[in-house]
């Protein structure tokens, strides 16, 4: 019968009986009798020279991989839908980045992507099956969500056999013989799709998939119980291999119950570090661990209540066999006033990242499975370089604590704030007892004498409830207050700032030499080196981590200085660029790679130095994700024309290390003489080296 004529029950195609099909695979491999490293890996995504390179640094004597492996050929990108070609385009290892960025634009069509890729960007399988490519060690393995099913069906069929690749199904296990154990590998490949459970697509028998992705049925997972019930010995160390990881499904969890798992391994979550756990870890109680089950019970049961009177009309006995044993798992929950479930302590699971940011080695000695768990992890880097601004505040921080400032001073070098650049507003709810600084000097805070200053870290005393709407009250206007003060600061910088600047808006050449102004009421930062007692606020510290243990205030000033600009925030992926030679945007865009290299913008600094040098040419160079900046990194002391190119992550000091004006007094002197170089045809762009605007000015 025809897929177009059955109905979504995987069920229809009939089956080889569980009694009279081949003999289970029991066949032992003996790897080391003494000694063995099995390397553990997850999601290869079909580059598959790189088992032999993994293998070689792990020293290992076999590979287990679980997750998409790559089981693609020519004619494979004819069943692929649109949807899954672009995700294997997204993920694929093969594909360099600047390539892959210029696959997934958002003007590129499914077309394009279609007519331009083909399958040695996705797989190196073809090269597996050909005999260019050899495996050095044995690997065995399961199927991913993203396979071809019709090239799973031959190797089942025995039409493709490659030395030293064996594939993990439900009918097919192996037991490894090293340093002592004999370690039993069971097997189940495809995702986990609830409503897919009973749907074969293309696959035939038990196995399920179609348009380039493979899920799990129920006949599957049934099968896989019959198959381990048939080769169970209890001399054996049993490892489960899963695609979706049983820390996140309940079913999964369920079978490795079934299975008399003692160990799992699983993929399918894709996080940079890998996860190692027993459900006793991470569970609270016995209970958290039956809730799970629970749960993927409900979801399996409410497929099948839908679906079960279709499939009982087209099965056959055999199947029925298959189907009853599936149910069986589906029903095994721990009773929770009986025994305890010894798997509940026993029975440990790994969760791996993909095979190209870590790997787990199973060490095997003496009857002994150790465990090395290598993982890439994430990058932190980008909060060296981050500004205020970028910075996300921590969840619930007015209600976090910190130990006082004056008991533990924190030093220069934990200070994450750069002085330059302003803090962002805090939220409006949050208050703080510290007054802003409106003049350099300390501002009266109106407080009774009578009441205890409160400590930082949430020691004090509360204030008896007759006395809350009171100090509500007071806080409402010590915040219109603040508000007030801030109002006059920032109009009385604005007229100061129109006053200084009135008389070189006529000549560009000023501005090129006068520096940022800044505002003679801008408060002197004062370190906080005794708690609040007096009833005087304490001048706030530049210390952004003791201000957020602390309650701040709805300011835009960071209580270092007062800010001269607004300026935006910067693009995430952005990079510094010192240039040998005046450029343009084109020549920029040729020197990191043209149109692939994915660059968005280019802007170049205006310069503000000496009229008597030139400096190197700046400018900023923007890209359209992380790994296209890491790529533009990498030309960093690259040649153009008859230089080398500085290049380095973009932050905001570098436009002011380079420009090579420090401070000074912005007077009639210095209009005096800008006026002058403006005459003698010296105009604000002429680049200057660090320290001539002295020397020139001294002329």
């Known amino acids: 019968m025809n897929s177009s004529s059955r109905?979504?029950?995987?069920?229809?195609?009939?089956?080889?009986?569980?009694?009279?099909?081949?003999?289970?695979?029991?066949?032992?491999?003996?790897?080391?009798?003494?000694?063995?490293r099995i390397l553990c890996i997850a999601d290869i995504r079909g580059r598959l020279s790189g088992l032999n390179d993994l293998a070689r640094e792990a020293n290992a004597k076999a590979i287990i991989h679980t997750g998409d492996f790559g089981f693609f050929e020519s004619n494979s990108l004819d069943r692929i839908n649109d949807r899954t070609l672009r995700h294997l385009t997204m993920y694929s290892p093969l594909i360099p980045s600047t390539q892959r960025t210029h696959f997934l634009a958002p003007d590129n069509t499914s077309q394009a992507i279609r007519a331009t890729v083909d399958i040695s960007l996705l797989s190196e399988f073809p090269l597996l099956l050909s005999g260019q490519l050899k495996l050095?060690?044995?690997?065995?393995?399961?199927?991913?969500?993203?396979?071809?099913?019709?090239?799973?069906?031959?190797?089942?069929?025995?039409?493709?056999?490659?030395?030293?690749?064996?594939?993990?199904?439900?009918?097919?296990?192996?037991?490894?013989?090293?340093?002592?154990?004999?370690?039993?590998?069971?097997?189940?490949?495809?995702?986990?799709?609830?409503?897919?459970?009973?749907?074969?697509?293309?696959?035939?028998?038990?196995?399920?998939?179609?348009?380039?992705?493979?899920?799990?049925?129920?006949?599957?997972?049934?099968?896989?119980?019959?198959?381990?019930?048939?080769?169970?010995?209890?001399?054996?160390?049993?490892?489960?291999?899963?695609?979706?990881?049983?820390?996140?499904?309940?079913?999964?969890?369920?079978?490795?119950?079934?299975?008399?798992?003692?160990?799992?391994?699983?993929?399918?979550?894709?996080?940079?570090?890998?996860?190692?756990?027993?459900?006793?870890?991470?569970?609270?109680?016995?209970?958290?661990?039956?809730?799970?089950?629970?749960?993927?019970?409900?979801?399996?049961?409410?497929?099948?209540d839908s679906v079960k009177q279709q499939v009982d009309t087209v099965i056959d006995e055999h199947q029925r066999v298959l189907l009853d044993k599936a149910l069986s798992v589906i029903e095994r929950v721990p009773n929770a006033q009986g025994p305890e479930e010894p798997s509940w302590k026993n029975c440990w699971n790994w969760n791996l990242c993909d095979a190209a940011f870590g790997s787990l080695v199973l060490d095997v000695k003496d009857g002994r499975i150790s465990a090395e768990l290598k993982s890439q992890g994430f990058n932190y880097a980008y909060r060296r370089t981050a500004t205020p601004s970028n910075v996300v505040p921590t969840p619930n921080s007015t209600t976090s604590s910190l130990p006082n400032a004056t008991s533990n001073p924190p030093t220069k070098g934990s200070t994450p704030v750069q002085a330059e650049k302003p803090l962002s507003p805090h939220p409006k709810e949050i208050r703080s007892p510290l007054v802003p600084v409106a003049s350099g000097k300390e501002t009266p805070k109106e407080s009774s004498p009578s009441t205890p200053a409160p400590k930082s870290n949430g020691s004090g005393t509360p204030a008896p409830p007759s006395d809350k709407a009171e100090k509500e009250k007071q806080k409402r206007k010590e915040k219109e207050k603040e508000k007030k003060e801030r109002k006059d600061r920032e109009r009385t910088e604005a007229k100061e700032k129109e006053a200084s600047t009135s008389e070189e808006k006529a000549d560009p050449a000023l501005n090129a030499l006068a520096p940022a102004p800044t505002s003679a009421s801008a408060p002197t930062p004062i370190p906080v080196s005794a708690p609040e007692q007096s009833g005087k606020a304490t001048p706030e510290a530049p210390i952004a981590d003791v201000r957020d243990g602390m309650k701040s205030p709805t300011t835009d000033s960071t209580g270092a200085r007062t800010p001269t600009s607004k300026r935006s925030s910067r693009h995430p992926w952005t990079l510094f660029v010192k240039l040998p030679q005046q450029s343009t945007e084109a020549d920029v865009r040729s020197f990191f790679g043209g149109e692939t290299a994915g660059v968005t913008k280019v802007t170049f600094l205006p310069f503000k130095g000496s009229p008597h040098h030139r400096a190197r040419p700046l400018a900023y160079v923007e890209f359209g994700d992380d790994e296209t900046m890491k790529a533009g990194l990498d030309k960093n002391d690259e040649k153009m024309g008859e230089g080398t190119v500085s290049v380095q992550i973009a932050t905001d000091r570098e436009e002011?290390?380079?420009?090579?004006?420090?401070?000074?007094?912005?007077?009639?002197?210095?209009?005096?003489?800008?006026?002058?170089?403006?005459?003698?045809?010296?105009?604000?762009?002429?680049?200057?080296?660090?320290?001539?605007?002295?020397?020139?000015?001294?002329?």
């Open 7 to 36: 109905p979504a029950s995987s069920s229809t195609r009939p089956t080889v009986s569980p009694n009279s099909r081949p003999q289970v695979n029991t066949h032992t491999k003996v790897l080391d009798t003494t000694h063995g």
């Open 136 to 304: 050095s060690v044995p690997v065995y393995t399961v199927w991913g969500a993203c396979e071809d099913v019709v090239i799973l069906e031959k190797f089942r069929a025995g039409i493709y056999n490659i030395d030293n690749l064996h594939v993990l199904d439900e009918a097919t296990t192996y037991c490894l013989d090293v340093g002592g154990v004999k370690l039993r590998l069971l097997g189940l490949g495809g995702a986990l799709v609830p409503h897919k459970m009973f749907d074969n697509g293309d696959g035939s028998a038990t196995i399920a998939g179609g348009q380039g992705t493979m899920w799990t049925t129920a006949l599957q997972i049934g099968e896989l119980v019959d198959t381990a019930q048939r080769v169970f010995d209890p001399t054996e160390t049993r490892l489960l291999v899963t695609h979706a990881s049983p820390g996140r499904e309940g079913i999964m969890a369920q079978l490795a119950l079934v299975l008399k798992a003692d160990l799992s391994i699983s993929a399918g979550l894709h996080f940079r570090y890998a996860s190692s756990y027993n459900e006793f870890s991470v569970q609270s109680d016995l209970e958290g661990f039956r809730h799970k089950l629970i749960a993927g019970k409900e979801a399996f049961d409410k497929v099948w």
């Open 656 to 699: 002011r290390a380079d420009r090579g004006v420090r401070g000074g007094p912005r007077g009639r002197g210095r209009g005096f003489a800008a006026r002058n170089f403006a005459a003698a045809g010296l105009t604000r762009g002429t680049p200057r080296a660090n320290g001539e605007a002295r020397e020139s000015a001294a002329a």
